[in-house]
């Protein structure tokens, strides 16, 4: 069986055409600025000042972006804590996880902290999973704190000399221990070249204090071990491996010295973790108390694919699809596509998944008229000066934030916001039409791989960051690119990520980048693990005043049942299934037959299913098996024109169902 190690600050490319090793090599690095240069034009950046500092890629989509963009810091949850910038310093809250009916909430505390006499922070570092926050007096440099996921640890580290003031009295457990006290929790603090005193800790220059939760339950001998493991960090690194059906993540910790505290998330496993009996709790579920060096899971790989198979199809079934198809590609013209990056994004996706039937169902005048009509708006969308001449359907850069703005942009894209939403339909779309093309993977290429680039770069170049939406210890993309918001980052359809990185996966295969193709089957198989364990069949035994069966918000600080556009029931779990792509079966039927009947009586109560996302609804209830699957597809030849979303036509809508009613 191949095995392919890829860790993300050395070994993969830029993600464009591979040589036959793939490697960040200075001319691939020069081509991909030469592609960004050639688009010609310059989107209007809408960052405004950043917290940042000097020569880094501003950090959109991350779970600490909040710190970087808006009018002041936003408090962020390198889970399983809290953390926010005060007003002269800093400070740490283990959060109090309460649920009611539609969420579970964990918002930021500020239990402890210490004063430093800072006036303003800017970002100085950031990796896979940390962040560096420093702290200045004016240009003055006091010290820089680091915070990660997956561990509980604070770490401050001076500049210079100087003392530093606690939030609350310390009271001193040894020569260089304490603990502080707030908001009902215990923290220990662990001093390196330094000194503690009731009122604070004085530092010499390098010297560091570490703050540390104490968890519920401890004992002195337990925590004890732990204060051993209060190390100072210092940053994180991610390496990624695939082999024997499987997905690798490894998540390395810089501790000074020696192993940890470190705290998996739950679902995620303890390989190589020397773990205790606590828990912290987290709005995830209880997590388990460990010390190690890194975090390492894996996933069952989910193979991408693009392709329905028709070939079980009864023949009567084949005769009515293929009516359908009939009809369905009649109403394709010129006018079927919405300009922005997000509604035509979904129209492309539409269009060329009737295509792929049309191919499969030998209708060649289909097929060519389809073909023809996806090909002449792609041929805008991935034209290098395409916004040189018009102001849509066409891709401009922000050179301030280093990304790829489609024109026109939609729901806050010129924020960041969705990147992988939009050119995720995109990518999926030219996969479908250029596969065995090469004359339009040829045309084509240079734009669909900046694309690619923007959302999934696999190391960081000159022009974008390194997975710029993908956050690995959370196991799933953030959707807000400056994040402002008090709960953190914030990502609601973990379906469409998952639909865009099979997209990137497909677009990889049929480019001829491996990179691409192993980056997106990476990405793909950990988005859709999270989506089975967070968002669909979620263990919410931890939770029981959260009376849903599905979570459709997942933010930093909470977990709601609720979506960010409409209130109608059907909509939390529509949103967690759009837009149904070829492999979804093989992850959102999580759970079974018995989640999927639980989730519809959410979602259609009443059994009806003319409503926003009633044809996914209908897809998803195939999935209950032979009996389920004719049902739905009765209800589906009978669903209303104006219910089947702009990504679906009532063609892929059947094949879907029918592929599924197997005996």
């Known amino acids: 069986m191949t095995s392919v190690a890829l860790l993300l600050s050395a070994c993969t490319g830029t993600g464009g055409t591979d040589r036959p090793t793939p490697s960040a090599t200075a001319t691939d690095s020069s081509a991909q600025a030469r592609a960004v240069a050639a688009l010609g034009d310059v989107a209007s950046s809408t960052v405004g000042t950043m917290r940042l500092a000097e020569g880094l890629v501003p950090p959109t989509n991350r779970w600490f972006s909040g710190l970087v963009f808006g009018d002041a810091p936003q408090p962020v949850f390198p889970t399983p804590i809290s953390w926010q910038v005060t007003s002269d310093g800093f400070a740490a809250g283990l959060p109090d996880v309460t649920a009611t009916e539609k969420t579970i909430a964990g918002g930021a505390v500020p239990q402890v902290g210490f004063d430093l006499g800072a006036t303003n922070t800017l970002v100085s570092a950031y990796d896979a999973v940390s962040v560096t926050v420093e702290h200045r007096d004016g240009d003055t440099v006091l010290g820089h704190s680091v915070v990660a996921e997956g561990s509980p640890l604070v770490t401050y580290t001076a500049d210079r000399d100087q003392t530093v003031t606690g939030t609350s009295p310390l009271d001193r457990t040894g020569d260089d221990t304490a603990t502080m006290s707030g908001g009902g929790r215990t923290w220990q603090v662990v001093v390196r070249d330094g000194s503690v005193s009731a009122s604070g800790v004085t530092l010499r220059r390098g010297g560091s204090v570490v703050l540390l939760p104490t968890p519920d339950g401890a004992s002195s001998s337990q925590v004890a071990r732990l204060v051993d493991a209060a190390r100072p960090l210092s940053g994180t690194s991610l390496e990624r491996s695939a082999s024997r059906g499987s997905q690798r993540t490894t998540l390395s910790y810089d501790f000074d010295g020696g192993a940890g505290v470190l705290v998996p998330q739950p679902g995620q496993g303890t390989e190589g973790l020397t773990c205790t009996d606590l828990r912290i709790a987290t709005i995830t579920g209880p997590a388990p108390v460990c010390t190690g060096t890194a975090l390492r899971y894996a996933v069952d790989t989910v193979e991408p694919s693009d392709r329905l198979d028709l070939s079980g199809l ?64 792609l041929d805008q969308w991935f034209d290098p000066a395409g916004c040189g001449g018009r102001t849509a359907r066409c891709f401009a850069y922000d050179p301030e934030v280093h990304g790829l703005v489609g024109q026109q ?128 069949d979620p263990d919410l035994s931890a939770f029981p005043g959260f009376t849903h069966r599905i979570v459709s918000l997942n933010w930093g600080g909470k977990r709601d049942h609720a979506t960010w556009f409409s209130a109608a029931a059907a909509a939390p779990a529509g949103i967690e299934l759009i837009p149904m792509p070829a492999m979804a079966g093989e992850y959102v039927d999580a759970g079974g037959r018995q989640q999927i009947q639980r989730v519809l009586d959410e979602a259609v109560p009443d059994g009806r299913y003319d409503v926003q996302f009633g044809d996914y609804l209908l897809m998803y209830r195939a999935l209950g098996g032979e009996d389920d699957a004719a049902a739905a597809l009765r209800d589906a030849e009978l669903l209303p024109d104006a219910v089947i979303d702009s990504a679906n036509t009532r063609s892929y809508l059947l094949a879907w169902i029918m592929t599924r009613g197997r005996s």
């Open 409 to 536: 942009a939609s729901f806050g894209s010129d924020e960041f916001n969705d990147h992988h939403f939009h050119y995720g339909y995109v990518l999926s779309a030219a996969a479908m039409v250029a596969d065995g093309d090469a004359s339009l993977v040829q045309k084509w290429r240079t734009v669909a791989d900046l694309v690619a680039a923007d959302i999934a770069s696999p190391t960081a170049t000159a022009s974008f960051p390194a997975l710029r939406v993908y956050d690995p210890y959370a196991q799933h993309s953030w959707a807000s690119g400056y994040s402002p918001f008090a709960d953190g980052n914030n990502q609601e359809s973990s379906s469409e990520a998952v639909s865009a990185w099979n997209g990137l996966a497909r677009w990889g295969a049929v480019s001829g980048s491996s990179t691409l193709e192993q980056t997106g089957t990476w990405l793909l198989s950990n988005e859709a693990a999270s989506a089975q364990r967070d968002v669909l």
């Open 314 to 377: 009864t023949g009567g079934q084949r005769d009515t699809l293929a009516a359908q198809v009939r009809q369905d590609a009649s109403k394709v013209d010129a006018s079927s596509y919405a300009a922005d990056s997000y509604g035509g994004g979904k129209d492309l996706y539409r269009v060329a998944t009737l295509y792929r039937l049309a191919v499969a169902l030998g209708l060649d005048d289909q097929a060519a008229a389809l073909k023809t009509s996806v090909v002449g708006e």
